[in-house]
């Protein structure tokens, strides 16, 4: 879990479906993360809306994780 709690730039994803609108209000990311290394991590995601409507699936969502990266979110 060396990772965890740093900061990441998206790199790329296999794949994008998106299912109907975003909503106005919140809306939730579930993540499984499907393989990590040093510096990159893969996950699938998913959006659901608060109503529990699925809105959007990511499949092979990457980025890089680096503490080199902190500065750039300031």
Partial sequence: QRNMGLP???TGM???DVYGRFPA???RVLARVTSRREHEVVADLEWISAEGRRIASAKGYRSVVDESLRGAYQ
């Fill in 14 to 16: 296999e794949r994008l």
């Fill in 8 to 10: 990441s730039l998206p």
């Fill in 25 to 27: 209000q919140d809306c």
